[in-house]
């Protein structure tokens, strides 16, 4: 292992050094980008990762916060799809104890007939776990309903079921596996995008055009295998290969609202497990705030800022207040955060809800690997087939997959607290280059509490200005730009209502 140093200015540097061909370029920079780079780089493979933004800034840090086998998938009869998420469920938990743990749910049960239903149910869900189970599924009472979820609704549960899933925060193990990837060799650059696939006189993409976001620099990357890692941009990076190529996403919208602690003060989340649009919605405990979600609406276009609507956070709420004993407002909401899913398109006709969460790789006849489709608990697994169809369409030489039982490093730490200290590592050891990085993936605070973030950012500006060498312009820059970003996480409220 050649450990490297993960800084900006030294992977930048590393990239105008390198006068070889890497083995392995992989655009896109979120949970499935950063697992490939992890895996090839642990195999002992030159890995090159850009990314337009930052780490995990679209889809990636925007999930519910589970590490899940998938409830749903259960109803749909994608045996398969679960049994495979659980087991990978149980290695991401090994591999990174410290961000991801068990979570118990509570399904609310109007009646004797739903307990019977939903614990049956369950036990295929443990049965399909053997060996990797978080807790068994068991039924309880009404009063115990009410004293593992305080603020339930007491009118809508005569008893429940209770099961156990994982969760996670999605943008810190990220960053934790982009530093472990980098100490295994890969070398990863933010706001680097990619605007050009060069492919040589066999008609074989070996290079890439990529553009340095901060500088204006140029590149021109060799590589003996490029991998399309983008998500729900993976379409247009396939533009660049064939332009005529047809989408391969269905895009999908996922918005969540974060309500008080006052909500949520237990910790066993809430499930509902059908709503009146067919989706499961969670209600569950994450940073001492109470998180609900999550809506499934078709989009035309996939977006790094994606906006809920307010039919999206209405239904949420409204969903919510059925189950908790208070009903919250508009008024409460500390946040709205949307993701957008990268589906693989099936039935035209399909809703977004029913299409598949398994992952496709596809290779281009002039051998772009592009992966998409998938979700954050099978990323490891997903790393392992797209690295291993390299290996298979390729000259490449490589050691066996090492990410089952290879430990994701610890370095960082939750917090909604910004201080000086915490700013400055975020710089020098997480590559954060703006406000964003810092208040949004290093820390939660814009998700959490966008007001909050919204306070802190003039000061963080001025830290970050300071250790990157930046001037007055920028700092305010850098402020304007963040009041602008947050206001998609209070899309009902005003900049002039956040500064009162």
Not at 432 to 443: G, I, N, T, Y
């Amino acid at each position: 292992m050649t450990q490297q140093s993960f800084d900006r200015s030294t992977s930048v540097r590393r990239l105008r050094e390198r006068s070889q061909p890497w083995d392995m370029l992989v655009i896109g920079g979120g949970a499935t980008g950063v697992g490939i780079a992890l895996d090839a780089a642990s195999r002992g493979l030159d890995c090159l990762l850009v990314e337009q933004a930052d780490f995990g800034q679209g889809t990636s840090s925007r999930s519910t916060k589970l590490v899940h086998g998938g409830v749903r998938y259960l109803r749909q009869g994608n045996l398969t799809l679960v049994r495979d998420a659980l087991r990978e469920r149980t290695l991401l938990r090994n591999n990174a104890p410290h961000v991801v743990h068990d979570l118990p749910f509570l399904i609310p049960c109007h009646n004797r007939w739903e307990r019977l239903f939903y614990g049956l149910g369950l036990k295929v869900y443990d049965f399909l776990a053997t060996r990797n189970s978080f807790g068994r599924s068991h039924v309880v009472s009404r009063a115990e309903s009410l004293r593992r979820v305080p603020t339930l609704n007491p009118h809508v549960a005569r008893g429940g079921v209770i099961y156990h899933d994982g969760q996670f925060d999605d943008a810190r193990l990220l960053i934790d596996m982009a530093i472990t990837a980098s100490e295994h060799g890969a070398c990863l650059l933010n706001y680097f995008a990619v605007t050009e696939l060069l492919a040589g006189d066999d008609a074989k993409l070996n290079a890439a055009i990529v553009v340095d976001h901060e500088s204006g620099e140029s590149h021109r990357i060799a590589a003996k295998s490029i991998v399309n890692a983008a998500g729900p941009f993976c379409d247009a990076v396939r533009k660049l290969d064939d332009a005529n190529c047809e989408n391969l996403v269905a895009a999908s919208q996922g918005v969540h609202v974060v309500l008080p602690h006052r909500f949520m003060t237990g910790e066993t989340a809430i499930i509902v497990p059908k709503t009146i649009d067919g989706r499961v919605i969670f209600i569950i405990p994450w940073h001492g705030y109470a998180l609900v979600g999550t809506t499934d609406t078709p989009i035309e276009q996939a977006s790094l800022e994606p906006l809920a609507t307010p039919a999206e956070i209405d239904f949420l709420l409204e969903t919510a207040a059925r189950y908790l004993s208070e009903t919250p407002t508009r008024n409460d909401v500390l946040s709205v955060f949307t993701g957008i899913r990268p589906l693989v398109k099936g039935d035209p006709s399909a809703r977004t809800a029913s299409l598949s969460r398994d992952h496709l790789i596809k290779v281009s006849k002039s051998g772009l690997v592009t992966i998409t489709g998938g979700k954050w608990t099978t990323v490891r697994k997903m790393a392992e087939d797209c690295v291993d169809r390299v290996l298979a369409d390729t000259e490449l030489k490589a050691e066996h997959c090492r990410t089952k039982t290879l430990p994701i490093h610890n370095q960082s730490a939750p917090t909604t607290e910004i201080n000086t200290e915490f700013v400055e590592h975020a710089v020098r050891y997480q590559m954060a280059r703006v406000v964003e990085d810092v208040l949004a993936r290093r820390s939660r605070l814009l998700f959490l509490d966008a007001r909050e973030a919204i306070h802190a950012a003039p000061r963080v500006a001025g830290v970050m200005a300071s250790l990157l060498g930046r001037d007055e312009r920028w700092t305010s820059e850098q402020v304007r730009s963040f009041q602008e970003t947050a206001q998609h996480y209070l899309p009902s409220i005003h900049l002039s209502e956040a500064f009162p």
